[in-house]
């Protein structure tokens, strides 16, 4: 016969009717992401960490080291996604999940993704120091290669699972060095079946990520948390300039096939389209340009671009990217230059499940705090998630917007609030 429910689950599952009050270790918690940052390729404060490197190994065994301690059961997927798992009342039901990534590009910071993961974790624990006990099990997950650092594309993990990515096309990855996914995997000790990696729509019954909004917002307006609506649809592109090189000296301008000036071009014009598409949630970047041959006193015969274009619609992001394409076409054409172009990824938008977003908003009244709705422009698990099961995710502001840099900070104060009302949704998602 089932246990009777404690008040504090009652409390839980029925949210803001009844105050509960349940009290996050946010010292703890503050020491363990302390502890996280530095395990880094970088000396700290600057975090680096990219997935199946060294570093990358010891914070996957810091972490599944806090969630055994928690009584958490762990499973590893054949590519590093890892599961965490506190077993519920029926084992049965799909499981109620959160999480996010512990990977970090270079010269990064401590709190981008590892808020969702070690939030996520001081979540589980809040509630089971509550006393609280779920129907449904609650899952931590702590998706592999979210970053693209590594193979050039977001989300691996996560997109493996949502089946966006086939296992042949992943196996064709490489990084800079040549090295592919399964050698690279392997050597981090993954080597099951790729194929099994992929998971099937309802296999979740919900998934809650928990995200510093690596934006301004939040701070700006004093609003707290942020419940986010929908999350950016991302693209990313190589392109490829090949000229003709020659001697800085002697090579005279007419004469020229300069592939760098041809990339210069593109690089405005790119920036011009994303400017003009009168929407602010169009963003366009250039993040990474290789010269060949890279002397100064030598005519760049060779340019790689590697650009990431995004907006929260899909056609005015692709509007964008026609554009360029149109305007390669004319340089390419006056410049005597070869430009062609290679998609790494072009994802349609994730729009947030209204039932996940009730629960957080039951949650967020029920913890007695404030947010606002908001759309995520920086992609994340979440948006691959939302292809085999309903999401939603939380924000907590962190200062000056700063992210994917050394100084990005969250305080301990708004990390609280967020594992608060993290802790509160998946107890109610847990009880429905
Ligand atoms: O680039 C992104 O949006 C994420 O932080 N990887
Ligand atoms: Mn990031
Ligand atoms: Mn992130």
Known sequence: MAKSRTPVEKALENGAE??????????????????????????????????????????RAYVKELCQAAGLAIREDAVGNTFARWEGRDPALAPVATGSHIDAIPNA??????????????????????????????ELIIFTSEEPTRFGIGCLGSRMMAGAISPE????????????????????????????????????????????????LLEREGLGLGVV????????LRILIEGEGGHAGAMLMPDRHDALAAGAELILALETAAKTTGAIDTVATVGVCEVFPGAVNSVPSRVRLETDV???????????????????????????????????????????????????DASIVAAGRSARRMVSRAYHDSLFMARI???????????????HRPDEYASPHWIEAGVDVLARTLARLACQ
């Open 169 to 216: 096309q992943a196996l064709v990855l490489q990084d800079k060095t040549g090295r592919g996914l399964d050698e690279l995997r392997h050597s981090a000790g993954f080597t099951g079946d790729l194929a099994a990696v992929k998971l099937a729509a309802g296999d979740y019954n919900s998934f809650v990520e928990l995200h510093i909004e690596q934006g301004p």
């Open 109 to 138: 910071g401590a709190y981008d993704g590892v808020v969702g993961v070690l939030g996520g974790l001081e979540a589980i624990r809040t509630l089971q120091r509550s006393g609280f006990r779920p129907n449904r099990s609650i």
């Open 18 to 59: 009844t105050r509960v009050e349940i009290s996050v270790d946010i010292a703890g918690l503050m020491s363990e992401i302390e502890a996280l940052a530095q395990i880094s390729e970088g000396d700290p404060p600057v975090v680096t960490r990219v997935v199946f490197s060294e570093a990358d190994s010891r914070a």
């Open 310 to 360: 995004r907006d929260t619609d899909s056609a005015r992001r692709d509007g964008v990217l026609t554009a360029l394409k149109g305007a390669a076409t004319e340089v390419a054409a006056r410049r005597g230059v070869r430009i062609s172009f290679e998609t790494v990824n072009a994802d349609p938008p994730a729009t947030c499940d209204p039932a996940i977003l009730a629960a957080l």
């Open 229 to 236: 609506t929908h999350i950016a649809a991302p693209a990313s």
């Open 389 to 403: 099961a309903p999401v939603a995710m939380l924000f907590i502001p962190c200062r000056g917007g700063v992210s």
